[in-house]
């Protein structure tokens, strides 16, 4: 697998297609893996491009130390689209990633040509709305006791504690293998996310974000998903909204066909 050398660790990635990058940024307990279904209908159109943060696999992480945070994988991201050496990038983001490309393009405008939000993840401060603020995809004790399942060795129990939390339903006994196989690899990175400081978006940073925006959601995607969606369709000036239809949390993986569809119909609009 090719790599790039990114503020002194390797960052691993797929590639496919030319033209145009369109850069994928995977969520938690995931890696350029998760992103198998958009690379071949996205290379057809796009240079895509799916990058492993650091500390996921391939690297086979333990958990401790530094460098799993919110801010080093924006430094490393930004880094990767300079090394990259293409222009602006059309950049994709899911749950975690999605708040990680957002900060990426309020940061770094002029690396993005447009941006793509897939349920991001994140809490909307007071400055929004006060009956939204504090609310998260997974309250900081579940995701705590699912890394203190992880570091006693309880790997799928953590990992279902975690995930079922995310998409509302008891989901990862139903998970393909491919899935899970992909989340036992990345398990550890947990335990580095659950030191990481609440993900805040704030009405001054959507106000300020000035590249087309797409919001894309699950029609059965629990709260707070949806909520957090309006909000950020109602702050980001011009941002649009697409629903997939009978999809929760992992759109991407459950309906791909309509959700590659909405990126690419996004992607070639004026």
């Known amino acids: 697998m090719p790599s790039l050398r990114i503020n002194d660790y390797d960052l691993a990635y797929a590639e496919a297609g030319s033209g145009t990058p369109l850069l994928m940024i995977h969520g938690s307990l995931c890696d350029y893996r998760y992103w198998h279904p958009q690379m071949a209908p996205f290379a057809a159109r796009r240079r895509a491009i799916a990058v492993s943060l650091r500390h996921c696999w391939p690297e086979a992480w333990d958990g401790g130390g530094e460098g799993y945070s919110i801010e080093q994988h924006v430094q490393d991201t930004i880094a990767f689209i300079d090394a990259l050496d293409a222009g602006p990038v059309d950049l994709l983001g899911h749950s975690r990633g999605g708040y990680i490309a957002f900060l990426v393009a309020l940061r770094a405008p002029g690396r993005v040509r447009r941006l793509i939000l ?14 939204c603020a504090g609310l998260a ?22 990992l279902a504690l975690f995930i079922d939390g995310v998409s509302g339903a008891p ?6 293998g491919s899935f ?11 335990l ?30 629990p709260p707070p998903f949806p909520q957090l969606l ?41």
Not at 138 to 157: F, K, M, T
């Open 137 to 158: 995809p997974v309250s900081s004790s579940r995701l705590a006791e699912a890394a203190q399942r992880i570091a006693a060795g309880d790997i799928d129990g953590g």
């Open 180 to 190: 899970k196989r992909m989340a036992r690899d990345n398990a550890r990175t947990l």
């Open 171 to 176: 989901l990862w006994q139903h998970m393909v």
């Open 192 to 221: 580095g996310q659950v030191r990481e400081q609440r993900m805040g978006f704030s009405r001054a940073q959507l106000r300020a974000l000035k590249t087309p925006t797409l919001l894309i959601g699950g029609a059965l995607s």
């Open 118 to 131: 897939a349920e991001p993840g994140g809490t909307p401060d007071p400055t929004l709305a006060p009956e």
């Open 230 to 270: 309006d909000l950020l369709h109602q702050h980001i000036d011009g941002s649009r909204r697409v629903t997939i239809a009978g999809a929760r949390h992992a759109m991407n993986l459950a309906a791909p066909i309509p959700f590659n569809a909405a990126v690419l119909d996004f992607l070639a609009s004026p």
